[in-house]
C-alpha cells in the first residue's frame, strides 16, 4: 500500500488539499525523485529531508525513492512540504505505524489496526496521518521551521471535516484561530514521530478567543495635540466614518503626515470576522511575526514612493499580496502623493473601485481582497509651498497634474491643509481630540449599520445608493447646479452623495439637506484642478 499524507497548496489566501504519495522500490539503484510540477524549493526539500532524518536517527531508505505531490497540474512552491514528505517517507518504512483501514490485512492479522488484536487504537497509537493535514520546513538537525499560510490551512482542514493540523510550534498560535480544529505546535521531526507512535502526549494548542483579543486601534498621535486644523479633523471624521478615501493639500509643516498617523485612532475596532481576515492575508504573505496569533488592530500600511507596482498591488512569478492587500479593512497611507510614479498609481484605479484586486499569471489568475482606506498627502509644489502669482499658479498646476483625474475622481474627499497661524501655534492645543472624533465616528456607524447592516456607505452603489439617500428636493436641486458648475462625471455624481450620506449621520439626520450636499460638494477641491 502507498503511503499517502495530505498538506496544503496556498493559493493567494486560499489553500486546497496537496495529497503526497511515497512509493519506494528496493529493487533498483538510490534515487530520489519529485514529481507533480515542484519548483526549485521543493525539489531541495530532498536535501533536507535526508539530513533532517539522518540526524534524528532515521535513516533514509535505500533503492528509488518516488514522492508524488498530487494534483499534478498546479504548482507546488516553498519549504512547507519538507515536514509531510519526511512523514510519508517514514510511514513507507515503518517507522511511523500506520493504521489499516478495517478489512485490510495488517499486522495484527484479520484487519483493523496495525499492532496487534484486542487492543485498542487509541492505546496504542497516537494521531491518524489520514486525518490531518500537515506542513512545516525542516532545518538539516530536524528542528521545524515556521511557514506561511498556516491559517488557511488550518481553514481548510475545518472545511474538510479533518481531526487535527501538525504546523510548527511558531505557527500554532496563528492555526488556533479557526476554531473546530485541534492544533499541535511541534519543534521538531522526533515530536511529529511520537505524536503519530502514541509515544508523546502533547496537548493541543488551547483554542483563541478572539472576541476577547480583539481591542481598538491605538494611533500613536492624539488628535488633541494637533493644533488648529479643525476642518481637515472634520472632514477626517466624516471619512473614518464611511471609510471614505481621503487627500489632503496644504504646505509642508501644517500636519497632514501627523493627522494621518493619529487617523486608526478614530476607526472602529476590527470584528472577528475582519481580523481573522486581515490574519489570514498576513499569514499567507509570510508578513505575521512569528508567535504572534491574530492581527489585533486595523493595520496601517505606509509604503514609500519609490515602491513598484507589484509591490503596491500585488504580484511576482507566484502572486502574493501587495501593500493593497495588507491594508485590508485598514488604512494605505501614501504621503507626498504625486511622487509616487504614474504607472504605480494607476495601478490602483481598479482596486480603488472594487475593493479586490485580480493578479493573472499564465497558469492561472489570484484573486487578492483589497477593501482599504486611502489617505494621501500631498504639498502644492514640490518644494513645499506656492509662489505668488500667475507663476506660482502655473508651478502648482504642472505638479498636481502628475496625478490623473481618473485616479482623482476616486478619492472621495479632497480637503485643504493651510498654514496655522501664529496665534494657534504658540497657544495651547483646545481642539478635538481622538476620543472626541472617535465617538462621533461610532454613532455614525451604528447609524449606518441600523439602516443597512455592516455595508459602509463607501461602497453603497447603483439601487442602494437611490435608496439610502432620500434627498429632500432643495438637495437635488443643490446637487444638480454642482454637477453643471463643476462638470463632475457620473463617478463624482455618486461620491457626493455617498459623501453627502455619510455627512448626514454624523449629524444624526435621517434625511440629507442642502447643507449635507453643500458641504460633500466643497470636498471636491480638486476637480477643478486635475
Partial sequence: MVPKVRSFILSGIDAQVCEIEIDLDDTQLQKETVVGLPDAAVRESLERVRSAM????????RGRTLI????????KEGPAYDLPIAVGVLIAQGVIQQRVPAGVGGVGGGGGWNGGVGESSEELFGLDPRSVLIAGELALDGRVRPIRGVIAMTSLAKSLGLDAVIVPDANAPEAAVVDGVRVFGVSSLAQVVGLFNGGLELEP???VDVASMLESSRASVDFGEIKGQESV???LVIAAAGQHNIVMLGPAGTGKTMMAKALPGILPPLTPEEAIEVTRIYSSAGELEAGRG??????VRTPHHTASSPAIVGGGIVPRAGEISLAHHGVLFLDELPEFPRRVLETMRQPLEDRVVTIARAHGSVKFPASFMLVAAMNPTPRGDVAPGEVGQQEMDRYLSRISGPLMDRIDLHVEAPAVPWKELSGKATGSTTA????QVLNARRIMHARQGTTVNAVLR????????????SAKVLLEQAMTQLGLSARGYDKVRRVARTIADVSGSNQVLPEHIGEAVQYRLLDRRV
Fill in 68 to 75: 508524488n505531490l498530487a494534483p499534478a497540474h498546479v504548482r
Fill in 205 to 207: 494548542t488551547p483554542a
Fill in 54 to 61: 539522518g540526524n534524528s536517527g532515521y535513516p533514509m531508505p
Fill in 233 to 235: 479633523k472634520r472632514a
Fill in 294 to 299: 491574530l492581527i489585533e488592530s486595523r493595520p
Fill in 436 to 439: 472626541q472624533m472617535a465617538e
Fill in 462 to 473: 447603483g439601487k442602494e445608493l437611490d435608496e439610502m439617500m432620500a434627498l429632500s428636493d
